[in-house]
C-alpha cells in the first residue's frame, strides 16, 4: 500500500502533505526531525491520511493536496494582508 498524509505541527499548526509506503514509520521519522521540511514542526500528528494500491495515483494525489493546500495558505493570507491595506496602499495601524 502507499499512503498520502497531511500531518499538523503541534508547536505552529502548520501542515504538511506527504506520500510513503510505510505510514507509521514516516510519521516517527518526522518527529525524529529527519525530515528537512519538518524538522522544525516537532511534534507532529497525523491529521488526515489516504491509502493506495498504485504509487502512480499515491504520487498524483499528493501533488494534488499540495497544490490545494498551497493555494489555500496563499489564498488566507493574500486576505488577511489585503484587510490590513487601505485602497491607497496606506498600512492600517493596528
Excluded at 505510514?23 to 491509502?51: C, D, F, M
Excluded at 493536496?65 to 490590513?84: E, G, Q
Amino acid at each position: 500500500m502507499y499512503y498520502v498524509y497531511l500531518i499538523q505541527s503541534k508547536v505552529d499548526n502548520r501542515f504538511y502533505v506527504g506520500y510513503t509506503a510505510d505510514l507509521k514509520q514516516r510519521i516517527i521519522e518526522h518527529n525524529a526531525g529527519n525530515n528537512a521540511s519538518t524538522k522544525y514542526g516537532v511534534p507532529w500528528r497525523l491529521v488526515y491520511y489516504e491509502a493506495y494500491t498504485a504509487k502512480e495515483l499515491a504520487l498524483s494525489r499528493e501533488r494534488n493536496l499540495k497544490d490545494v493546500v498551497t493555494r489555500t495558505i496563499v489564498s488566507k493570507s493574500v486576505l488577511v494582508v489585503h484587510r490590513k491595506v487601505l485602497s491607497d496602499g496606506v498600512p492600517i495601524e493596528e
